[in-house]
């Protein structure tokens, strides 16, 4: 089975900074996905940024971006520029590629806060 | 287009009661999961239906339960509710015609047992 850890509870940033939040990941799958996911107080859980673990340059978003290291199996995700709005819990996530469905495993999640 | 919709948002039951949870997807979508999250064990694959049929599920008892309708509107069951059952329940869609597609989330509906 799939494991997914993310080793920091709780993050914080001083606004306009830059902050890196890591994963990582246990699989012995070559073809799968994996996922940033935000939550803000809302608790809806909004995508941030996905990566393919076929492509090996680094998904990005805006001021999301990644570093994915396959053999290292780590996902981390750099968010450039905070701003107030950055500040949710953040929650890595994997799916299987090989077309058995939906099924995400969650790391623990991490908590962001920005500072003004 | 809109959104991932689930009904009820909020729902307090008492023990040994059921529930029904309700996610209708964005239109197209034909996969539907369904998630637990609680402050204890995270968010946890409760199970994904798709074109009716539950594809996938989650390390849950037998009291967890769902189905999917033709129109890919989906239900989440929970009978002889457990005090441990309270949680925010994410239902989640995807179109799954290329499988490589991603998930969105609905709002969740939050339960609480007394």
């Known amino acids: 089975a799939q494991t997914v850890t993310q080793s920091q509870p709780e993050m914080s940033v001083q606004e306009a900074e830059t902050v890196t939040l890591s994963c990582t990941y246990d699989?012995?799958?070559?073809?799968?996905?994996l996922f940033w996911y935000k939550q803000p107080p809302s608790r809806q859980m909004i995508l941030v940024i996905r990566?393919?673990?076929?492509?090996?340059q680094n998904a990005t978003e805006n001021r999301f971006s990644v570093n994915f290291q396959k053999a290292a199996k780590s996902f981390s995700l750099k968010i450039s520029d905070s701003q107030l709005g950055d500040a949710a819990m953040y929650f890595c996530a994997y799916r299987t590629g090989n077309n058995a469905g939906n099924m995400l495993t969650f790391g623990g999640g991490t908590r962001l806060m920005v500072k003004p | 287009k809109a959104g991932v919709t689930q009904t009820p948002r909020y729902l307090i039951k008492t023990r040994g009661q059921q529930v029904t949870l309700s996610c209708s997807p964005i239109?197209?979508?034909?996969?539907v999961s369904w998630y637990q999250q609680t402050p204890g064990q995270g968010l946890q694959f409760l199970f994904e239906?798709?074109?009716?049929?539950?594809?996938n599920k989650g390390n849950f008892p037998g009291r967890f339960s769902g189905r999917q309708f033709s129109n890919s509107r989906s239900e989440m069951n929970v009978s002889t509710l457990e005090l441990g059952d309270s949680a925010l329940y994410l239902c989640a869609s995807s179109p799954w015609t290329s499988g490589r597609e991603t998930q969105y989330f609905g709002p969740g509906t939050r339960l609480l047992v007394l």
């Open positions: 699989t012995s799958e070559s073809d799968y996905y």
């Open positions: 990566q393919e673990a076929y492509k090996q």
């Open positions: 239109s197209g979508h034909r996969s």
């Open positions: 239906y798709f074109s009716e049929t539950q594809r």
